[in-house]
């Protein structure tokens, strides 16, 4: 409205003041016309007229023009005025118009009078011997301004009664209109998205209610679909038997399914801090690491409900904070321990049974005659199965152990070459009995020089100590060489290596024989995994060798992973972590 205001009464203004000073400059333009004219006609007569004199002239011709005459000579003493005695008037050689007629044009200039004290309109016109002039009062050209000025402003004033009329209208039609706008608006931010405008209206207030009706149509389409996408997600996360439970950015529980509930006696909180639903300190460690991180963590919880353990994995969302599944391992954890146990008592139970079995066998064998074939081959064969029997169950016991924890290692701060070192010097003679070379990689020195000779110039020896049981990691290196002894012997060549890495030291044990297909290398250290099973029954393998070094590295906290190409040979290294 106040805009309104603003925009009509300058357009007033500014008609008065154009209107108004166009008619003034309109009228004064035609007096001065008018006034040419007759000054024409009195120029004539002053130069024809030879009965009258100078003065009958101006007083007739004043009377006749209704304006003041004066004619004056060329050194502008005035000869003749209808209203004065031309004595007492001034000279008018410095007249402006006075001027404009002696140089042959006609000169006109506006002044007030010095004599009478009214504005007047000089218009002055050349004749031989000087100049006429006529002179015309504009005090009625003001008065007529005025008056015309005046019914303008009336007319102005009624227009802008009209026109303010109009526009508070107009405005109050348009607050309504803009007022219910504002008013679905608010309903549809507060929730309410079946609020419309509908407005009929195409102007461009309704084509502002259009858009904001289509607008909230969309976004109840778009809000229906997330709440059944809602509704499923939930439904899918209640069916899990795994407990589910969100926690933003700060700390807070944003969600957690029926499982979690179950799970803590008192049910999820939401909205308040996720220590005051779950207190397992390691749980809480997982969930905030992959907040702050961005990335996929896992633990193990053993205080979320008494009795029970669970793996944890924790991964971020999008808009901050951590999602965590709990997974019951408590079953697991116990069909496991079951398991181990029953391998671990069968094994120790087997030991002496078939430690008496192959003692027997081998007792007859030496007291068998040689001549006696078939007895001697079956107790051959006896003694044979026998001592399979027997690394088998010692592998089996030595996993189970290395997978319970019952086996205690004695880790401590070892240089990584003694490592590299120590299971060459071991299985030197044995890999030269197979007719192959064992030997250290960039190793200067023959292996016919002392251990502590190679030790001294081996580079080797620049690698930083590492945190380890010497005997376990023997036996790693043990497995491992024994594996390439096996399947590796095409080759004629294995080379152990070492290496720096952030934080740990990587080992390695390098065969050249036939190799392996990449299909079998991520079961390699599965139990009783056999890339070729015929071939690992005639080399006596118990297909354990690799899981028992699994869980020695793992129990390290080291890791162990192989690398193969058919016909190219086979690689595995393992990581042990280093003591500083």
Request: glycine content about 6%.
């Amino acid at each position: 409205m106040a805009a309104f205001l603003v925009v009509i009464l300058a357009a007033g203004l500014i008609f008065d003041v154009m209107i108004g000073g166009a008619w003034q400059a309109s009228l004064r333009a035609e007096i001065e016309r008018n006034l040419i004219q007759k000054a024409q006609l009195l120029a004539h007569r002053v130069e024809t007229d030879r009965g009258h004199s100078l003065a009958d002239i101006a007083a007739q011709e004043g009377q006749s023009a209704g304006a003041r005459v004066t004619i004056i000579d060329p050194t502008g003493k005035v000869l003749a005025d209808s209203e004065a005695n031309p004595a007492s008037l001034e000279n008018n050689s410095a007249r402006p118009e006075f001027i404009a007629a002696l140089s042959g044009k006609i000169g006109s200039s506006e002044r007030r009078s010095a004599t009478v004290g009214t504005p007047f309109l000089y218009v002055a016109v050349p004749v031989s011997g000087g100049a006429v002039r006529l002179a015309y009062p504009l005090s009625d050209v003001e008065a007529v301004g005025a008056q015309v000025r005046r019914r303008l402003e009336t007319a102005s004033a009624l227009a802008f009664l009209v026109a303010l009329i109009v526009a508070a209208v107009a405005a109050t039609w348009s607050a309504r209109r803009l007022e219910r706008i504002v008013d679905v608006a608010g309903r549809i931010a507060q929730g309410d998205l079946h609020a419309r405008i509908k407005e009929a209206s195409q102007d461009e207030i309704g084509r502002v209610a259009t858009a904001i009706d289509k607008t909230a149509r969309q976004v109840e389409q778009s809000f229906v679909a997330v709440r059944s996408s809602q509704r499923q997600l939930e439904t899918l996360l209640n069916s899990m038997r795994d407990a589910v439970i969100a926690v933003s950015a700060d700390g807070l529980v944003q969600w957690a399914n029926q499982p979690m509930n179950r799970l803590i006696p008192q049910g999820a909180r939401l909205q308040q801090p996720v220590v005051e639903t779950i207190r397992d300190p390691d749980f809480l460690a997982t969930v905030k690491e992959a907040s702050m991180t961005r990335e996929v963590k896992t633990a193990r919880a053993t205080s979320i409900a008494s009795g029970r353990i669970f793996d944890v994995t924790a991964a971020p969302l999008p808009d901050g904070g951590a999602v965590a599944v709990l997974r019951d391992l408590t079953e697991t954890e116990r069909v496991e321990k079951t398991r181990r146990d029953f391998i671990a008592n069968v094994s120790h139970e087997l030991r002496t049974p078939l430690t008496s079995i192959q003692g027997y066998a081998e007792t007859l064998l030496d007291s068998t005659p040689e001549n006696t074939g078939p007895t001697r081959e079956f107790l051959e064969i006896i003694r044979k199965n026998s001592s399979r029997m027997s690394r088998l169950t010692e592998d089996l016991l030595t996993l189970a152990r290395v997978e319970s924890g019952e086996t205690r290692f004695d880790v401590e701060e070892v240089p990584a070459a003694e490592l590299l070192y120590d299971a060459e010097e071991s299985f030197r003679e044995i890999a030269r009995n197979h007719g192959i070379e064992l030997e250290i990689k960039d190793l200067p020195t023959p292996h016919s020089q002392s251990h502590n000779s190679s030790t001294q110039h081996s580079p080797a020896n620049h690698l930083p100590p590492v945190l380890a049981d010497r005997e376990a990691i023997h036996q790693v290196f043990s497995n491992l060489i024994d594996n390439a002894l096996k399947y590796g012997a095409s080759g004629g060549r294995i080379v152990l290596g070492a290496r720096a890495v952030p934080n740990a030291v990587e080992f390695s044990v390098q065969d050249f024989g036939a190799g392996i297909a990449s299909e079998h290398l991520p079961r390699l250290f599965e139990r009783f995994y056999r890339v070729d099973k015929a071939r690992s029954r005639e080399s006596g393998g118990t297909g354990l060798g690799l899981a028992i070094a699994k869980h020695i590295m793992l129990a390290h906290g080291g890791s162990i992973r192989a690398e193969s190409e058919l016909a190219h040979g086979s690689a595995f290294f393992f990581t042990l972590p280093t003591a500083n």
